[in-house]
């Protein structure tokens, strides 16, 4: 990412490897100024540090980086094989997930929130804004 940029890792930047609760940590404190991160550290940065985002990985913002998996569903040879019910069933379910969260966003925040009760509403609306471009409108079947 820092060669498609024009940048020099080694003389542009200091790459600190942070895990879990401590990236949010060193950015709040001003330990560090970027963060290359994920749910839930990427939200929290947003929503509760002041963090503004700059590179949109999901929506495609870094050419080199369009198209890489970042989470996969992935089943045993077995269940492919005896249980192709339900697998059908489980990407339908995908489908629907993932047209909602393209054509009704806030009905997709909803969803999530009967689900997730727990979460803040402003997160899940956060969620479904950062990573639904990631869904595919039609997921493969097997």
Not at 42 to 67: F, K, M, S
Not at 72 to 91: F, I, N, P
């Amino acid at each position: 990412m820092f060669e498609w940029a024009g940048l020099d890792a080694d003389k542009d930047a200091r790459i600190v490897l942070l895990h879990g609760a401590a990236q949010n940590a060193a950015f709040g404190k001003g330990e560090v100024d970027v963060l290359f991160a994920h749910t839930p550290y990427l939200e929290r940065a947003i929503l509760e540090q002041g963090g503004i985002l700059l590179v949109h990985n999901t929506a495609g913002d870094v050419p080199p980086l369009t198209g890489l998996a970042v989470h996969a569903l992935v089943v045993t040879r077995k269940a492919a094989e005896t249980r192709r019910e339900d697998l059908k069933h489980m990407l339908e379910a995908l489908h629907r997930a993932a047209l909602l969260v393209h054509e009704d966003p806030p009905a997709a925040v909803r969803a999530l929130k009967k689900a997730f009760p727990e979460i803040e509403t402003r997160r899940l609306a956060k969620l479904v804004e950062l990573y639904g471009p990631a869904f595919l409108s039609t997921p493969r079947s097997p």
